[in-house]
Nanobody, 124 residues
Framework: QVQLVESGGGLVQAGGSLRLSCAAS????????MGWFPQAPGQDREFVAA????????YYADSVKGRFTISRDNAKTTVYLQMNSLKPDDTAVYSC?????????????????WGQGTQVTVSS
């Protein structure tokens, strides 16, 4: 079992930045690929970023390439999402997730463990 707790959300103006954190506890953190998934009201969870177990590989949705950066600190069992140049369309509850898959995957149903999420609101 892996427990995930997100933090760092808030209200920001368009063009601003936020850094989300996801603290993990439980089983060995560096065994898991980690991902971030925003969910806007009335919509399905959407993949935006994932990082490999060691942190050497990352993958992004086209919508956030060049604006978001995912990273992890295995010593602190934490994964981060640095979000720059935020847009109103980025407004959502952002959840982190962990999967025991060997390689980075994007479908939400490939992830085994989920946090409760943190609200990100971008005003125009």
């Amino acid at each position: 079992q892996v427990q995930l707790v997100e933090s760092g959300g808030g209200l920001v103006q368009a063009g601003g930045s936020l850094r989300l954190s996801c603290a993990a506890s439980g089983r060995t953190f560096n065994n898991y690929v980690m991902g971030w998934f925003p969910q806007a009201p009335g919509q399905d969870r959407e993949f935006v970023a994932a990082i490999s177990q060691s942190g050497s590989s990352t993958y992004y949705a086209d919508s956030v390439k060049g604006r978001f950066t995912i990273s992890r600190d295995n010593a602190k069992t934490t994964v981060y999402l640095q979000m720059n140049s935020l847009k109103p369309d980025d407004t959502a509850v952002y959840s982190c997730a962990a999967t025991s898959r060997t390689f980075i995957v994007t479908p939400a149903n490939s992830y085994n463990y989920w946090g409760q999420g943190t609200q990100v609101t971008v005003s125009s």
